[in-house]
């Protein structure tokens, strides 16, 4: 009995010393979660029948640090959830290594070639939240967006006089107007232009706004009055104004200027936002991912542009899953159907970008218990030798 006890032993420590020898293997692999055998005593009643091993299970919830990377598409979880990937037959898995790329299509995938999962985007850059699907970057260019819209929030200030009327106005003359400011806009063939705009007092809590474009008054309206209430608060106009600016060679420009916000206050003249919309055409440079695992792609001009949003699943039980190969796992009965959502939101984690998390396993650990399973193994190979010097000497009494 006690060969077999002893025998059952060393095939524990065996797979102990093989978990062990995995975990200290794979302690540089991206997203590996460290394995530990489990053991149980063995019993026939209450016949000792020595050790067993239950399982090799590994520590998925334990995280592992986060390091930087130098791809923007190195992704790393700060928090819980898995990245969400499916493979060329369909089947879905979960992981925590964010080795990301893409392939010759465009498809965001991993080392693995599995697709990155996530909600996409449609013709107009509207995010299709709901709908899951593998994820992709545009390759190519962009063209040409015409400036359509200008946010424009200034403080004019109150002191300012009013100009003399023996100065009439003029964009040359400067004592015929107080402050002025430009603004880049864009043709319908992306060529830039120069908005100018000339502020002019005409009375306490009254300007007018001269609109001028590559210093010719080719606009439509040439000015517009802008009225402020004793609190300094914009009063009118109540909404966009819309200007009609005709272009050589490319279609008339139509901006709608608004003037939200715009305060009237005893400070100088400043301007604290100025948005406008267009651009020129450009080409892909590269792509960036933010916190919230919305995905971009970045272009020569300056523009980003959205190409849909990667999701994190969670899971009841996370211990529940299957491994499948020490960085991806599979859904099972035990850990529950995946709850799915964005980063950030809920009890699911942040995205880091151009950063990896490293293999959770404690070397030190491992090292001793690799010392430890070696005794234990020596230990029950004493107990065979033992036992078979006493077998001998049972046999050389008869």
Known sequence: MSFSIATSGLNAVSQQLGAISNNIANSGTVGFKSGRAEFAALYAQSQPLGVGVTGVTQSITRGGNIVSSSSALDLAISGNGFFVVRDTSGTTSYTRAGYFGTDKDGNLVNNLGMQMQGYPVDDKGNLLVGTVTGLSIKSGSIPAKATENIGFTANLDANAKVPSANNPFSPTDEMSYNNTYTTQIFDSLGREHSLTQYFVKTSDNNWDVHYY????????????????????????????????????????LKID??????????????????????????????????????IYATFSNGERMLQGQLILANFANPNGLQSQDGTTWAQTGSSGAPLIGAPGSGLLGAIKSSALEESNVDLTSELVGLMTAQR???????????????????????
């Open 213 to 252: 474009m590559d210093g010719k008054p080719a606009i439509t309206p040439s000015s517009i009055a802008i009225e402020f209430d004793k609190n300094g608060t914009l009063k009118t106009p109540i909404g966009a104004q819309t200007l009609d600016i005709p272009v050589d060679g490319a279609n008339s």
């Open 257 to 294: 200027l608004n003037y939200a916000g715009s305060t009237q206050y005893g400070s100088d003249f400043s301007v604290s936002r100025n948005q406008g919309d267009g651009y020129a055409s450009g080409e892909r440079t590269g792509q960036q991912v933010d916190e919230k695992g919305n």
């Open 376 to 398: 234990n193994y020596q230990a029950n190979t004493k107990v065979i030798s033992t036992n078979d010097q006493m077998m001998n000497a049972l046999m050389q009494a008869v």
